[in-house]
């Protein structure tokens, strides 16, 4: 089907665990502060510091989540990547699998989008910071793609390109035969724009042979597979709808726009590139929808649905480029469009989940694929609610460094959820008014991020969803999109951002006059050199190519003064079943757990045990600020000694004023 007549014109996953799961981290504030009451503290009205102080509880909170959950995000993931990950047996080098469940749901594949998303989010990660074992994924990516890109399937093969839009593969890299939505247009200008931001990299430190002869190849084929199939439909991200795709017309503008950049640096061209991607520019602007108010998901079908689909959201940051500032034509995360769309999209939830049940508009919820889902009868999604947060992270990222924040009539709705008062104008770093919007949308963007802390399970494992009435993870476990979308998620929030990809390049952000449904026949190749030469190591000291700057709450009032704690007092609770005999205790890296020694470990009390809550418990005087590693174990009676499961629990102790924490586990069985 095509999507845009000639010459028209104007602007166009089951988790294994079925138990209730305790959160890692329990959120320190109420999320009913997050909304107006919490800026009681802008405006000098009564409680103002009990606002300001549940305001600095929850970054806390968000701050130790992150300090937890980081390192076991990037290590399940790397455990889902072929051939040597522990929970991808079976899968060739450098293939993602999407979960290791192989069963209500089978997940156990590898998807093109998915692994574009997931590599992305380990280059973008590997350029910020150096890492070998990561460059060697991304290597061993980059030789799977190539060889993915010749194997003939349903949806066609290279000799035309139709074989670039099969949705997914056995993790063998033989084709999957079964019936499915076909084609998913996404995936090559998703796997493009991955592997053109290694390219960028290598061409930073002078790789610019291993670019050529390596990575442009297989670019170039998926490139060409976006400007030749572009104008025609196919299904979305979620691999229901069959039409038009925000999501993937964005991403297919962004990776011609930046594959043509490439090209030129490479001393090569992409004349498809340049032709066409204006005009894809072109279409995304007829997904916006000013009648409604906000941006629509899918168009050119009739599925009867509301349009309103976290769809726009992922589209958005990840097609984000922090030179862009607040570009409405392509949508930036803080431009009016996005604001509006973010709002929609995340109310559409507020009332259909019980879990979402009497939270204010203005407050972060749960947030699901699209309010009419019924896979799995419709739930939220780590990825989507992490998704929700990443955007506001950006807009704070760009708004910070640009110094304003402009209010239009399109996105005031969104700010006066925040702040009743707000009104339209631009509003100058410094002045009253920038620090209560900028603060509003800091904290209702941790609040998202308290979310996922509240329902992921105690030892980080994110699956794809959780459930709507009680925060149960369900369908797929241990989703590698779900750990990724966290890892980009805290990187925006410590202010660490990726390489822009619209660059000098002025028609990036030019929409035309008139929309033409041209597309230009592609010429397709196999990418025959696939070995990378060795020690490809940074130039000098490596330094990241993007700029840094953290987003922070600033000040808007004197802060009561306190004596900081030298220690805190932290009360354990871990649900553990025991027999008659047997003691629960904790051991850690610390002298005040007994450096790992069993015999020095600190027994737990069991006076609150009972059989429907197994509670032991202990309060502990632990170091402010420090942190530890620890792990629970049973002495039974014979003086026996049995440990939980990998991997270590790990908390930072707080500091500050708070002189008391709880930290609540359950057993790693």
């Known amino acids: 089907m095509e999507v845009l007549e000639l010459e028209s014109s104007g602007l166009l996953s089951s988790n294994s665990s079925s138990s209730l799961i305790q959160p890692i981290m329990q959120g320190f504030a109420s999320l009913f502060l997050l909304g107006s009451f919490a800026f009681q503290t802008i405006f000098s009205l009564p409680g103002a510091s009990w606002a300001r102080r549940e305001r600095a509880l929850l ?53 093109t989008r998915d692994a574009a998303l997931v590599f ?21 990516y980059i030789a799977s793609q190539a060889k993915l890109q010749t194997v003939s399937n349903p949806s066609g093969s290279l000799s035309d390109g139709t074989g670039l839009g099969e949705a997914k593969y056995y993790v063998d890299l033989s084709p999957f035969t079964g019936g499915w939505g076909r084609p998913q247009r996404d995936g090559p200008a998703l796997r493009a724009i991955a592997m053109i931001s290694y390219s960028k990299w290598l061409v930073a430190n ?106 726009v959201i992922l589209g958005s940051i990840h097609t984000f480029d922090p030179e862009l500032g607040c570009d409405a034509a392509t949508f930036q995360p803080c431009s009016d469009r996005a604001l509006a769309s973010h709002k929609a999209v ?16 203005g407050s972060p919820i749960s947030v699901g694929r699209y309010p009419e889902d019924t896979y799995y009868n419709g739930n939220p999604w780590y990825l989507n609610t992490l998704a929700a947060a990443e955007q506001l992270y950006d807009a704070l990222y760009v708004w910070q460094t640009q110094g304003s924040i402009t209010v ?33 949308v800091y904290v209702y963007a941790d609040g998202f991020m308290n979310i996922v802390s509240k329902y992921a399970q ?34 925006r ?34 990418a025959t050199a696939t070995s990378f030469p060795a020690s490809q190591t940074p130039i000098g000291t490596g330094a990241p190519t993007s700029t840094f700057t953290r987003p922070t709450v600033t000040a808007t009032a004197p802060t009561a003064t306190c004596t900081p704690s030298a220690s805190v007092s932290v009360t354990f609770n871990e649900l553990k079943t025991t027999t008659w005999g047997q003691t629960v205790k904790i051991a850690g890296n610390i002298d005040a757990l007994g450096n790992w020694d069993t015999s020095k470990a600190v027994a737990l009390s069991a006076s609150s045990y009972t059989s429907s809550n197994p509670l032991w418990t202990v309060t502990i005087s632990l170091p402010a600020g420090r942190a530890i590693q620890y ?33 609540s586990d359950t057993w790693q069985g």
């Open 59 to 111: 970054k806390r909170s968000v701050d130790s989540f992150i300090a937890t959950e980081e390192p076991i995000a990037i290590e399940q993931l790397l455990c889902n990547i072929g051939s040597g990950g522990c929970h991808a047996s079976g899968a060739s080098p450098g293939i993602v699998i999407a979960s290791p469940s192989k069963s209500s749901p089978d997940y156990f594949y590898t998807w």
């Open 120 to 140: 992305k989010a380990i280059v973008d990660r590997f350029a910020n910071s150096y890492d070998a074992t990561l460059q060697t994924q991304i290597q061993n």
């Open 206 to 311: 002078g790789y610019n042979s291993t670019a050529s002869s390596v990575v442009w190849p297989i670019i170039r084929n998926d490139l060409a597979y976006v400007a030749h199939y572009w104008n025609n439909t196919g299904f979305d991200l979620w691999e229901e709808v069959s039409g038009s795709s925000f999501f993937t017309v964005a991403a297919q503008h962004r990776a011609l726009v930046e594959g043509s950049a490439l090209a030129k640096t490479l001393g090569t061209g992409c004349a498809a590139c340049d032709a066409i991607s204006p005009q894809v520019l072109c279409f995304l602007q007829t997904f916006w929808s000013p009648s409604s108010g906000y941006t629509l998901a899918n168009i050119n079908v009739n599925n009867g649905r509301s349009a309103k689909d976290a769809n």
């Open 346 to 361: 995340v109310d559409s939830f507020r009332s259909i989940y019980t879990i979402n049940s009497g939270i204010p508009t």
């Open 408 to 440: 239009t009539s399109t996105s005031l709705p969104f700010f006066q959820d925040l702040v009743s008062s707000a009104a339209a104008g631009t509003f100058e770093t410094g002045s009253d008014t920038y620090t209560t919007l900028y603060n509003a």
């Open 458 to 491: 105690t030892n980080g494992s994110m699956a794809e969803q959780f459930d709507r009435n009680s925060g149960s993870p369900l369908s797929a476990r241990d989703l590698t999109w779900s750990y990724a979308a966290f890892l980009t998620a805290a990187a």
């Open 493 to 526: 929030r410590a202010g660490i951002v990726p390489a822009g990809w619209a660059g000098a390049d002025s028609t990036a952000t030019s929409v035309p006059g008139v929309c033409r449904a041209t597309s230009q026949v592609g010429i397709y190749s196999t």
């Open 631 to 663: 792990k629970y174990i049973v002495v039974n009676t014979d003086g026996s000694v049995v440990w939980e499961a990998d991997p270590n629990h790990s908390y930072s102790i707080p500091s500050g004023c708070s002189s008391a924490a709880t930290k």
